[in-house]
T-cell receptor, first 119, second 114 residues
Framework: NAGVTQTPKFQVLKTGQSMTLQCAQDMNHNSMYWYRQDPGMGLRLIYYSASEGTTDKGEVPNGYNVSRLNKREFSLRLESAAPSQTSVYFC??????????????????FGDGTRLSIL | GDSVTQMEGPVTLSEEAFLTINCTYTATGYPSLFWYVQYPGEGLQLLLKATKADDKGSNKGFEATYRKETTSFHLEKGSVQVSDSAVYFCALSDRNTGGFKTIFGAGTRLFVKA
């Protein structure tokens, strides 16, 4: 069971270049997320998709776009990379069952991350 | 808004020592609380959770009790091992935001020496 798979694992870009980070999950989860992890700041939510066909902004959405391609896949795009976007990016998914109360009890399942450096 | 504060690291312990990592939270609603662990080169994985006041979450010898009166969820383990070396994140998920926005603490790095 692969869980959440992210590609690529590492990437170096030049300022102004674009790229798409890919994420796929095989757990039949409804909800998917993109986070960035920076030293001393924990994880910050970039975008999330509560269910197939919907996407919403998180805490730090500027400079990013997302696509929920289908139930399994949720991609993150950097249209014009900037050095401030150097970070480790994590995709996560979770099951959405029942009410908001029960849903909030569900843990998130994470991929192994993409380490992105922008020069 | 909701927030999570956890003790700064790194925390360095000898094998078999007692571990406490402090975590406090603020939330306007009724949060569920989590501890996640991150091993080098990997993503976060759930360690334990508690969904209401006075619940105790436990897993792999780790424990944490949801204390509403002190808004805390401290992580404890009676005897740590070298293999417990990792970064630990406290987190909350508030049903008032539909559970979609999990708030993470900054993480506490633990080193365990043999």
């Amino acid at each position: 069971n692969a869980g959440v798979t992210q590609t690529p694992k590492f990437q170096v870009l030049k300022t102004g270049q674009s790229m798409t980070l890919q994420c796929a999950q095989d757990m039949n989860h409804n909800s998917m997320y993109w986070y960035r992890q920076d030293p001393g700041m924990g994880l910050r939510l970039i975008y999330y998709s509560a269910s197939e066909g919907t996407t919403d902004k998180g805490e730090v959405p500027n400079g990013y776009n997302v696509s929920r391609l289908n139930k399994r896949e949720f991609s993150l795009r950097l249209e014009s990379a900037a050095p401030s976007q150097t970070s480790v990016y994590f995709c996560a998914s979770s099951s959405r069952v029942g009410s908001a109360k029960t849903f909030s009890n569900q843990p998130q399942h994470f991929g192994d991350g993409t380490r992105l450096s922008i020069l | 808004g909701d927030s999570v504060t956890q003790m700064e690291g790194p925390v360095t312990l000898s094998e078999e020592a007692f571990l406490t990592i402090n975590c406090t939270y603020t939330a306007t609603g009724y949060p569920s609380l989590f501890w996640y662990v991150q091993y080098p080169g990997e993503g976060l994985q759930l360690l334990l959770k508690a969904t209401k006041a006075d619940d105790k979450g436990s897993n792999k010898g780790f424990e944490a009790t949801y204390r509403k009166e002190t808004t805390s969820f401290h992580l404890e383990k009676g005897s740590v091992q070298v293999s417990d070396s990792a970064v630990y994140f406290c987190a909350l998920s508030d049903r008032n935001t539909g559970g979609f926005k999990t708030i993470f603490g900054a993480g506490t790095r633990l080193f365990v020496k043999a």
